[in-house]
């Protein structure tokens, strides 16, 4: 072998070893961890692994530690924004910790496909599994099923410091409506998410919530589909109403067809009718109007599902963190309201 193929070769246990000064099983006690070593040797190993850019083995890291380094991944709805992202920031925040992940999207939501999922990871050897249940029958069809490998879940407004993580929804939608009462409207309509979604309930609650506080009237939520098509047919009813001067949508898609649909009928936003969303979509800060809306951030709770299971897998104390808080991003979607043409 040349010097110019010795160089460009991937760097080795036994480099690290050499450069370390150090025997090749005091390497690799470092590497898994072993409190074996002592703290000026573990020093000069982690300074060799940096300096060379030396990356242990899956395969080897598993026969140390005697784990298969593969996560299960079971998600439902991954065609809508907050679960897409959440399973590429888990994707991503698993390889950082040296795991695969095998994903098993879920079509048909009902227990027998949900305990088929689950035996089907188990049976790939999985080291834990991370269930993204965005719905009500998806979380129902996880209750009470037992694994033989450490399970945390997402749920929408649920999380009980252990094995569920959640954004805090009902607070996202409190912060949208208080919003707008704040600049002057004297109620805020809602277009709802569809029926069978967690996320719909805690945002309808949070939304009621707010004007409860307020003593405002709620009116009945229109029921939409998380689509801009069906936000649009809700903006549409919404249009015919003159009372009607504030929107928040359960989602930005919809809120878009809402936008759309009260242009359609020559009622402009937000001088005659103002709109806040909900997700904050990266395409919505350039829409025209600029969206109002409350980020929510998806990617933190894939980060934390994974660090939630590490820790199970692991066997170490849980540091339990509160519900994943959302923001609220002020936009040219929303303004106080006209005055009345029969106010004096």
């Not at 020093?43 to 026969?63: D, P, T």
Request: net charge negative; glycine share 8%; hydrophobic share 40%.
């Amino acid at each position: 072998m040349t010097n110019n193929q010795e160089t460009r070769r991937p760097p080795v246990m036994r480099d690290v070893a050499r450069l370390a000064g150090v025997s090749h099983q005091t390497v690799s006690r470092v590497l898994n961890d072993s409190p074996l070593v002592s703290d000026e040797a573990r020093e000069r190993v982690l300074e060799a692994v940096a300096q060379l850019g030396y990356r242990l083995h899956a395969s080897a890291r598993a026969l140390a530690t005697r784990r298969t380094m593969h996560l299960g991944v079971i998600c439902v709805g991954v065609e809508q924004y907050g679960p897409s992202v959440m399973l590429v920031a888990t994707a991503a925040e698993a390889r950082r910790a040296g795991y695969i992940t095998n994903l098993h999207p879920l079509e048909s939501v009902d227990r027998p496909a949900m305990k088929a999922a689950l035996d089907t990871l188990t049976r790939d050897s999985v080291d834990g599994i991370i269930v993204i249940a965005p719905t009500d029958s998806a979380a129902a069809a996880v209750e009470g099923l037992e694994t033989d490998v450490p399970l945390v879940m997402f749920e929408p407004g649920i999380d009980n410091g252990t094995t569920k993580i959640a954004i805090d929804e009902s607070l996202g939608a409190r912060l949208a409506t208080q919003h707008l009462l704040d600049l002057g409207h004297r109620t805020v309509h809602h277009v709802s998410g569809p029926r069978g979604w967690l996320g719909t309930r805690a945002r309808i609650d949070g939304w009621r919530s707010a004007l409860s506080a307020a003593g405002r009237p709620a009116p009945e939520p229109v029921s939409g589909d998380w689509s801009s098509a069906g936000g649009h047919a809700a903006g549409q009813r919404l249009a015919r109403d003159p009372d009607v001067t504030a929107v928040f949508a359960a989602n930005d898609q919809m809120a878009i067809g809402v936008i759309a649909a009260l242009s359609d009928c020559g009622r402009h936003v937000p001088d005659d009718v103002s709109v806040v969303g909900f997700d904050d979509l990266p395409e919505v800060a350039w829409s025209r109007p600029a969206l109002t809306t409350v980020d929510l951030d998806f990617a933190e709770v894939g980060r934390r599902c994974v660090s939630r299971l590490l820790l199970l897998i692991n066997g170490e104390n849980l540091v339990v963190h509160d519900a994943v808080r959302p923001g609220l991003r002020i936009r040219e979607s929303s303004a106080p309201p006209r005055p009345r043409k029969d106010t004096p």
